[in-house]
């Protein structure tokens, strides 16, 4: 999908396109020394990682003062989250990254892009902020894992926004057994075998039935 097809599809500015330009730009030159996406995946880079993250934005509660994105790697979602949320300029987002040459490109790109999210060069478990509106991450861990990495942001009114390929079902059965969650689960724009959770009024189960 070129720019101008995003750029329809989202409804962004021409502010937020350039500022997405600049972050596929950045992407596909750092993932030559770093590897942050498959090297496969580059001359897709508007389809596969781009809109692939920027579909998790209509997706928020409102209002959305805060997102936190765990294990942000290359910035998908968090860095294209941080373009579409500077817009409105109500949302502040906190990126968390356990890799310091990863953290370095999430600073690099943010200031490059005219964006001043949160860098936490830390393991997403180690986390201690107050419950954020949402929660996203993506390529991180199954679900139960990202629960139990999430769980300490977890508050009354926090949404997880989770992109999950083929297996969303099954690991959604197995974080059942943990975790009591009103789920939706949205079909992918990007890929006819994914699927987005959502997932709101997370609650660990304290019994031991199905």
Do not use: Y
């Not at 373009?83 to 109500?90: N, T």
């Amino acid at each position: 999908m070129s720019e101008d097809a995003l750029l329809a599809h989202l409804d962004v500015s021409r502010e937020t396109l350039e500022r997405l330009r600049i972050f596929a730009d950045l992407l596909t030159r750092w993932t030559r020394r770093i590897n942050l996406v498959a090297p496969a995946t580059v001359p897709e880079v508007w389809t596969r990682h781009i809109l692939d993250s920027a579909q998790l934005w209509p997706l928020r509660p409102e209002p959305c003062p805060d997102w936190v994105d765990l294990g942000s790697g290359a910035g998908l979602p968090g860095l294209v989250i941080a373009a579409l949320a500077a817009e409105g300029r109500l949302t502040a987002v906190t990126l968390v990254e356990s890799d310091s040459r990863k953290s370095a490109f999430l600073i690099t790109a943010a200031r490059e892009m005219g964006l001043s999210p949160t860098v936490l060069t830390m393991r997403a478990e180690a986390v201690r902020l107050p419950p954020p509106a949402v929660i996203s991450a993506r390529a991180l861990a199954p679900l139960p894992k990202l629960l139990d990495l999430a769980e300490p942001l977890i508050g009354p009114r926090t949404v997880c926004l989770f992109p999950k390929g083929a297996r969303a079902h099954s690991e959604l059965t197995a974080a059942r057994a943990a975790w009591h969650t009103d789920v939706s689960e949205i079909a992918s724009v990007t890929d006819p075998t994914a699927t987005i959770l959502r997932l709101q009024n997370i609650e660990r189960r304290h019994d031991t039935s199905p």
